[in-house]
């Protein structure tokens, strides 16, 4: 069979499209700023990825000071984050789990001086934090957040807390750790 070959002048609307595409590709390939090269690869599959560009860790196309910021901005240990009153700090008890005071204080940047021992005894006064003994040393948590103790950890359940916050949790060590 013989195929006949005929040169137009222009592209089929397929070819076109495919065309296009590749010109585009290779005029703006250059162009891309490095953080978005990096968003793209980080966005590709791993097993992809590691075809592609041989064993890469993911770690190395990440800027390991952005790495740290965002950690310290989670923990609310920046500056922007800090705990400024006792509803902040009752917010940091529910979002972070159990902190010592020293912990605590930590994220306050300062701020209150002498009344970071005010605020946990307000919020404990007002049945939203208790103190829990567990690893050798005392905890400040939310009083959310006792039945995950007790059921991850063995911390007993102080006298007086509400039953509903002692109901079984079903992966009480999960949720700990997870935050």
Same mark, same amino acid.
């Given at each position: ?7 137009? @002048?222009? *592209?089929?609307?397929? @070819? ?14 250059? #162009? ?7 968003? /793209?690869?980080?966005?590709? %599959? ?10 890469? =860790? ?8 952005? !790495? /740290? ?13 800090? /705990?400024? %009153? /006792? ?13 010592? =005071? %020293? ?11 002498? #009344? ?16 829990? +003994? ?8 939310? !009083? =959310?957040?006792? @039945? ?9 359940? *102080?006298?007086?807390?509400?039953? @509903?916050?002692? =109901?079984?949790?079903?992966? *009480?060590?999960?949720?700990?750790? +997870?935050?």
């Amino acid at each position: 069979m013989r195929v006949l070959e005929a040169e137009t @002048a222009k *592209p089929s609307p397929f @070819a076109a499209s495919l065309l296009f595409g590749y010109v585009g590709a290779f005029m703006y390939e250059g #162009d891309t700023p490095i953080a978005e090269r990096r968003a /793209a690869a980080l966005s590709l %599959d791993s097993t992809l990825l590691a075809e592609l560009l041989g064993r890469v =860790e993911l770690r190395e196309l990440l800027d390991p000071q952005v !790495i /740290a910021t965002t950690g310290r901005q989670l923990q609310h240990l920046s500056d922007d984050r800090v /705990a400024r %009153d /006792a509803e902040a700090v009752a917010d940091l008890l529910r979002l972070l789990g159990p902190l010592t =005071e %020293d912990e605590v204080a930590a994220r306050t940047g300062g701020t209150g001086g002498n #009344d970071i021992g005010g605020w946990l005894e307000g919020l404990r006064a007002a049945r939203r934090a208790l103190t829990v +003994s567990f690893a050798g040393h005392s905890w400040w948590v939310a !009083i =959310e957040d006792i @039945a995950r103790l007790r059921d991850g950890v063995g911390a007993a359940v *102080p006298v007086g807390v509400p039953a @509903a916050f002692t =109901e079984e949790v079903a992966d *009480p060590l999960g949720q700990l750790l +997870s935050r």
